[in-house]
Structure formats: structure tokens, C-alpha cells
């Protein structure tokens, strides 16, 4: 049994921040890619930030230098630092969890949490 709970969602104004948590219980190596995906109406599904265990990111072209995706490795824990926050940055967004250490699995991810809503007001 594996299972993925985000924390940290809201309503914030835009240019605000927000820090979103995915806390991963069961069996989890904890050498495993882990990122955030969002979902918004209208927009395809977005990865935006991924991480390996060596610290190693990727990020979405749309949040590049306003987001900051980090992990606790010994606790399966990741978390997103959303900074200059954008109207159109509001979304679901959904923790994952890749099925090797390698970017390539979160295409396909192993494990998804149920998601928390942002929503940027403007």
C-alpha cells in the first residue's frame, strides 16, 4: 500500500507564495523521482517540477525561476515553493511518484496523490 498526501494548497493574491507537501507512506524506495503535476480546466496536464534523490531538478518552461521543488529523501517527502504566484498558476496540483530514480518514469508515474487546489487570485 503506497499512498501520497499533499498539504499546503490555498487562495492567495498574485506575486504571493505558496509551499505545497507530499508526505509518501508505504513501499517507497526512496531513490525514486518525485514531482508535481497540475491540472487546470481547459490546459493539458502539466509536470511542473520533478527531483531526484541526488537533488538533480527539472521544471516546467511556465515556472522556471519562480518555482522550487526540494525532498526530504530519509521521509519520501517533497515540497513545491511557489513564488511570484500568476492567476494562470492556479490549478490542481498532484504529487507523483516514479517507479525508478530516473526522470523518464514520471511520464508515467506510479503513484499519484488525490491533489490540493491553488487557486491566484488577480
Known amino acids: 500500500q503506497v499512498q501520497l498526501v499533499e498539504s499546503g494548497g490555498g487562495l492567495v493574491q498574485a506575486g504571493g507564495s505558496l509551499r505545497l507537501s507530499c508526505a509518501a507512506s508505504?513501499?517507497?524506495?526512496?531513490?525514486?523521482?518525485m514531482g508535481w503535476y497540475r491540472q487546470a480546466p481547459g490546459k493539458q496536464r502539466e509536470l511542473v517540477a520533478a527531483i531526484t534523490s541526488g537533488g538533480s531538478t527539472n521544471y516546467a518552461d511556465s515556472v522556471k525561476g519562480r518555482f522550487t521543488i526540494s525532498r526530504d529523501n530519509a521521509r519520501n517527502t517533497v515540497y513545491l515553493q511557489m513564488n511570484s504566484l500568476k492567476p494562470e498558476d492556479t490549478a490542481v496540483y498532484l504529487c507523483a511518484v516514479g517507479i525508478s530514480g530516473s526522470y523518464y518514469s514520471l511520464k508515467t508515474p506510479g503513484y499519484w496523490g488525490q491533489g490540493t487546489q491553488v487557486t491566484v487570485s488577480s
Open positions: 508505504g513501499s517507497i524506495f526512496s531513490i525514486n523521482v
